[in-house]
């Protein structure tokens, strides 16, 4: 029986790391993979969520509405000379 | 036996190999087959189970306003769909189905009775409703987000912007002319998914905003547009206007500012009206502008030098007979007078003379160098040329009555580019409602700038006009657009209304119409308010659309930070310090207590002893006005209110007479 030679023993090891490496990253890849996934609806779920409440902002916002508002405050436009200038 | 044995042993070796060679080639010929002859199919078969393509729907293009006020917008909105060949027990999901989305039970029913993979159940539901739907977990029923859009601010400029039909298309307006811009581009998207149908992988982060439309930046101030439809909304009910409309312009540039129509629709419900009410009027429609035309036309005169603003025109008086028509002057008549007073009085029969004395080749050539006759490619929808008979069909009095604004049916848009071209200096501006496109990573794919189509008249005739038209809102027939702190320039006009039915015009219905600039001098804002067929209050344009400009005017001044000048600022503005500021506060304060007669104890008084401000009323309204004050009135006159003796906001003593005085407009 011939003598193993340590040169292939060194290979044989080197190989079987390289793959369990291989498997290990695909694995981590798959584990991210999920984790973005879930992430991504996550961030879906926000991003409508913005949406939607940037259309009330906007909808608040909306000059119609302040004025219905104001003249229920009673506040009036400024007749022509009660704009005052301020001078610093 | 030995040699036997030797003999069976390669028998036995033989029939090895011989199998070992049999079933390596078969192995070899499926092999083959596998990875050549079936590849492809087989490929796609591993595809299907372990890739998914999803299309991304691109969501639309916001719409805003030039600062950045949010006009149009999309949201995904839960809609309820079915695939009835999957549903078992069709009666009882049918039975609460139709308990959720509150529709009939014999609608859902048949709808699950049909032979189809897909149908709508409802397209737009709540949020809850979706979840109660999906808690259901009816086999068949799916939940299918779909993009809707949202005007927030409702009927706010409409008109232009238009509205989006249920499959994300657009049907009028800004959505229609620049649909293929705010759609986006649908794209496909392929994700890698485990044996349980879970996603591993979505390899296109960013690709959302590579498929959003890009997004519309105009040129609108949305509170002017707010004050401009308000205000026009007002006057055109109370003057029971069949239509109306109202554009400002920024003379400068060319930028519109504003543009309302009315009567309003709210884009978010469009189909609830009817399709008249979609019209934009301010670009689509052609109208005899009447009197408005003159100051185009004069300019034209004076510059080819054919009068001089003091040449002396006769007024004959009101009526004048030419070739067989004659021409009128609208409720007043007048004698001799020079080219200002012909604007300032709007005199018919002057300016159907300074239009004779030009002829028909200067006056078409003055009308298409205004712009009238071409479109005037502002980026609007459905924009008009104008129409007009060809310079060979006018009659002999065709120069009379284009120059005073029967003949020639101009839009809108076109009027207020004219007036825009008067206001700065005489150059006329390409018109445009596209501030900017931006792409959703924010870069700006196209920015408007303005544009100088051609000067019109000098700065000679230019300044003589404008003058002209001050005059017309200082002492003419503009008087409703007078404001106290800033000059205003203007011209009324109120054109007859052709019957399409007759070809004639019709004798009791008109065009009120009214355009004007302020400052006078250095203009930073051109209006024009159009008025079809107003049947109460007055037909002219200086009564019932002059004072809608007058209104937005003085709002819209404020707005935009335009302070009146140096003299108005001495009469009317105090100057002063952070220090005496509260002082100021608390005088403005008090000041609109006792306008709105509240006391110091914030009690609102009785108004019995204050003059109210009656300037512009009718009779009876300036009487309805100060009812229960005072019983010792005078009236002098008819028309509108011009004078009143005891100045606004001040206490009337008891049985102190009262003077009023009115007086036609025209």
């Given at each position: 029986m011939s003598k193993i030679k340590p040169y292939l023993i060194i290979m044989i090891f080197i190989i079987s790391l390289t793959g369990i490496f291989y498997v290990w990253t695909n694995m981590e890849s798959m584990k991210l993979g999920y984790e973005i996934s879930k992430l991504e609806t996550i961030k879906a779920k926000l991003v409508h969520k913005n949406k939607k409440l940037l259309i009330v902002k906007a909808s608040l916002a909306s000059p119609s509405r302040i004025y219905k508002i104001a003249k229920k405050l009673g506040f009036i436009y400024p007749k022509e000379g009660e704009v005052v200038m301020i001078h610093e | 036996m030995n040699k036997i044995w030797k003999t069976t042993m390669k028998v036995r070796i033989l029939i090895v190999f011989s199998l070992i060679f049999i079933f390596g080639g078969m192995l070899l010929i499926k092999a083959f087959y596998l990875q050549v002859i079936d590849a492809p199919s087989l490929r796609k078969m591993a595809d299907a189970q372990f890739h998914t393509i999803i299309y991304f729907t691109p969501k639309r293009g916001n719409i805003y306003s030039a600062n950045g006020g949010l006009l149009a917008t999309s949201i995904d909105v839960d809609g309820i769909a079915a695939d009835p060949l999957m549903i078992k027990h069709k009666y009882k999901a049918g039975k609460e189905l139709s308990q959720l989305l509150n529709i009939k039970l014999e609608k859902v029913i048949s709808k699950l009775n049909l032979n189809l993979q897909f149908t709508w159940l409802k397209r737009k539901v709540s949020n809850k409703t979706a979840d109660k739907i999906e808690n259901l977990g009816i086999d068949g029923i799916s939940i299918v987000k779909q993009p809707v859009r949202y005007y927030p601010d409702g009927d706010i400029l409409a008109h232009v912007l238009g509205f989006v039909g249920i499959n994300d298309n657009g049907l009028s307006g800004i959505e229609y002319k620049y649909n293929k811009i705010l759609k986006g581009n649908k794209k496909a998207l392929k994700i890698i998914h485990d044996g349980l149908g879970q996603d591993i992988f979505i390899r296109g982060f960013g690709l959302e905003k590579e498929t959003h439309g890009d997004n519309i930046y105009l040129t609108i101030n949305k509170k002017l547009q707010y004050i401009t439809e308000h205000y026009l909304d007002k006057e055109a009910k109370a003057a029971d206007s069949r239509g109306a409309f109202a554009i400002i312009m920024n003379p400068d540039t060319g930028a519109i500012l504003a543009m309302a129509d009315y009567p309003a629709f709210n884009p978010n419900y469009y189909w609830t009206y009817k399709p008249r009410y979609w019209r934009n009027r301010a670009v689509t429609d052609d109208f005899e502008p009447g009197s408005t035309m003159k100051p185009f036309i004069i300019s034209g005169a004076m510059q080819d030098g054919v009068i001089k603003p003091d040449t002396i025109v006769n007024g004959h008086h009101g009526a004048y007979y030419l070739d067989g028509i004659t021409v009128h002057d609208v409720g007043t008549s007048f004698g001799h007078m020079n080219i200002n007073q012909l604007i300032e009085y709007s005199c018919n029969v002057c300016a159907c003379q300074v239009g004779m004395k030009m002829g028909k080749q200067r006056l078409w050539y003055w009308l298409n160098r205004w712009g009238f006759l071409v479109k005037p490619h502002a980026g609007l929808l459905g924009e008009s040329s104008g129409i007009d008979r060809p310079v060979s069909r006018w009659s002999q009095v065709g120069p009379c009555e284009e120059a005073f604004g029967q003949g020639a049916a101009i839009t809108g848009l076109q009027e207020i580019t004219a007036l825009s071209a008067i206001a700065n200096g005489g150059f006329l501006m390409k018109p445009y409602i596209i501030k900017k496109i931006v792409n959703p990573y924010g870069r700006a794919l196209f920015i408007s700038k303005p544009k100088v189509i051609?000067?019109?008249?000098?700065l000679k005739t230019d300044r003589e006009m404008k003058y002209m038209m001050r005059l017309v809102v200082k002492g003419g027939t503009g008087q409703y657009c007078k404001l106290i702190d800033y000059k205003v320039s203007g011209k009324t006009g109120t054109g007859q209304i052709t019957d399409p039915k007759t070809g004639k015009y019709y004798k009791n219905l008109y065009t009120a119409s009214f355009m004007a600039f302020v400052p006078y001098k250095h203009p930073k804002l051109a209006m024009l308010v159009v008025q079809e067929k107003p049947l109460k209050i007055s037909y002219y344009g200086g009564a019932v659309s002059a004072p809608v400009v007058r209104e937005v005017f003085k709002r819209a001044l404020n707005i935009l930070n335009i302070f009146p000048g140096q003299k108005a600022y001495k009469k009317q503005i105090h100057i002063m310090t952070l220090n005496n500021l509260q002082n100021a506060v608390n005088g403005i304060k008090n000041n609109i207590n006792k306008k709105n007669n509240i006391n110091k104890n914030n009690k609102k008084i009785s108004n019995v002893d204050i003059m109210p401000d009656l300037h512009g009323d009718t009779i009876i309204s300036a009487i309805k006005n100060i009812k229960g004050h005072n019983k010792n009135i005078t009236i002098k006159g008819t028309g509108f209110l011009y004078y009143q003796n005891i100045k606004p906001g001040t206490k009337i003593k008891k049985n102190q007479a009262i003077l009023l005085k009115f007086k036609p407009l025209l």
């Open positions: - | 051609r000067r019109v008249i000098n």
